[in-house]
Structures are given as structure tokens and as C-alpha cells.
T-cell receptor, first 115, second 111 residues
Framework: ETGVTQSPTHLIKTRGQQVTLRCSSQ?????VSWYQQALGQGPQFIFQ???????GRGNFPPRFSGLQFPNYSSELNVNALELDDSALYLC??????????????FGPGTRLTVL | GDSVTQMEGPVTLSEEAFLTINCTYT??????LFWYVQYPGEGLQLLLK?????DKGSNKGFEATYRKETTSFHLEKGSVQVSDSAVYFC??????????FGTGTSLTVIP
């Protein structure tokens, strides 16, 4: 059973550009959540997808968008990058409809630097 | 809004010392509570969880009890090891589709 994988590991972009981050869920998991973790801070919830539909969203602007595909892999897209978007982006997959007792399995993250 | 507050770090302990990391929460309902651990160079891993009041989560010698009356979920371990050095995050969710994490507490255990 493979765990959650993310690509790329590191990414450098300039302000105003767009970026796409990718996540492959753990086998059999149909729910994926994305988080932003600034240096020295805890993860901040961006959104969650369940069976290709957005199932919850945190306090992030619309330029943060996502997709979940039929194979349950997922993308996080960020448009019009700002310097404050520099962070570690984590995805986490879980089995089920994202119930409160579901265990989330985290990927290693993508480190995004915006210059 | 819903939130988690955990004790400031960093925490430095000698091996075999007793560990407590405080976590309190604010929630509009009855959340599920979690402790996650992030070892150096690795991703977040679930350490333990509790889904209702008075439940005790435990794993790898760590314990935390869901206290509704004090809105707390403090993490404890009776005897820490060097291998426990990591960053610990307290988290909650009400519905499972939105999670709130604390800012993390860095623990260093010295031999």
C-alpha cells in the first residue's frame, strides 16, 4: 500500500505567476484535504474534496482552487501568487466522507517559495 | 470561531522526564480532538485522537484525555526518549470537513 505522495518537492515562482501542486492519495481513499503551513506555524486548512466535489473550505481567497480526479488524485492551483503564499503545502487523504473520526494521512508536502 | 491554543515552545527535557504539552480548544459544538507529530524531515503523523468527552487517546506511551469541562486535551508521556524529539500539533474538527491546528510545540529530548 503506497502512502500519500506529493509533487514537486520544491518549487520557486515569482509574484503574479500561477502554480499547480499535485497529490496522490493513499490507495482507496476518496477524501483529500489541502493545508498551508507557514514557517513555524501550524497547518491552515484550505479545502477538502470528497468524490470530486468540494466538501469544505477554509478562509482562503478564490485564487486558491482545487480539483479531485476520478482516481482520487488531486491538484491545488494558486493564481496571482503573492509573497505570503510562500509556505509548505500539505495534502492529506482519508477514507470515507471526511467524518470527524476519520484519520488523515499526510503527504510530505511541497515547499513553495514566491520571489 | 473554532480554534486550538497550545503551549508555546520550545520545550527541552532530559531523557526519562515527564512531558506535558497543554492544549485548549474553543468550539461551537463537540469536536473530535487530535494530536499529530512531525518528526524532523518527515510529514505529519497522527499520534492519537479522542472523539467524545472523557475519551482517552493513547499511542506509543503518549496519552491525552478529552476534558469537556476544561475544554482541554493535554498531551502527556511519563518518560520521554530522545526519539520523541519532534514538533507536536493539537487539532480539532467538528464535522470532519474542516480541521483547525495549533501552532505546534517543538520538543527536544537530550540524553
Amino acid at each position: 500500500e503506497t502512502g500519500v505522495t506529493q509533487s514537486p518537492t520544491h518549487l520557486i515562482k515569482t509574484r503574479g505567476q500561477q502554480v499547480t501542486l499535485r497529490c496522490s492519495s493513499q490507495s482507496g481513499h476518496n477524501t483529500v484535504s489541502w493545508y498551508q503551513q507557514a514557517l513555524g506555524q501550524g497547518p491552515q486548512f484550505i479545502f477538502q474534496y470528497y468524490r470530486e466535489e468540494e466538501n469544505g473550505r477554509g478562509n482562503f481567497p478564490p485564487r486558491f482552487s482545487g480539483l479531485q480526479f476520478p482516481n482520487y488524485s488531486s491538484e491545488l492551483n494558486v493564481n496571482a501568487l503573492e509573497l505570503d503564499d510562500s509556505a509548505l503545502y500539505l495534502c492529506a487523504s482519508s477514507l470515507g466522507a471526511g467524518g470527524p473520526a476519520d484519520t488523515q494521512y499526510f503527504g510530505p508536502g511541497t515547499r513553495l517559495t514566491v520571489l | 470561531g473554532d480554534s486550538v491554543t497550545q503551549m508555546e515552545g520550545p520545550v527541552t527535557l532530559s531523557e526519562e522526564a515527564f512531558l506535558t504539552i497543554n492544549c485548549t480548544y474553543t468550539a461551537t459544538g463537540y469536536p473530535s480532538l487530535f494530536w499529530y507529530v512531525q518528526y524532523p524531515g518527515e510529514g505529519l503523523q497522527l499520534l492519537l485522537k479522542a472523539t467524545k468527552a472523557d475519551d482517552k487517546g493513547s499511542n506509543k506511551g503518549f496519552e491525552a484525555t478529552y476534558r469537556k469541562e476544561t475544554t482541554s486535551f493535554h498531551l502527556e508521556k511519563g518518560s520521554v526518549q530522545v526519539s520523541d524529539s519532534a514538533v507536536y500539533f493539537c487539532a480539532l474538527t467538528l464535522t470532519g470537513n474542516q480541521f483547525y491546528f495549533g501552532t505546534g510545540t517543538s520538543l527536544t529530548v537530550i540524553p
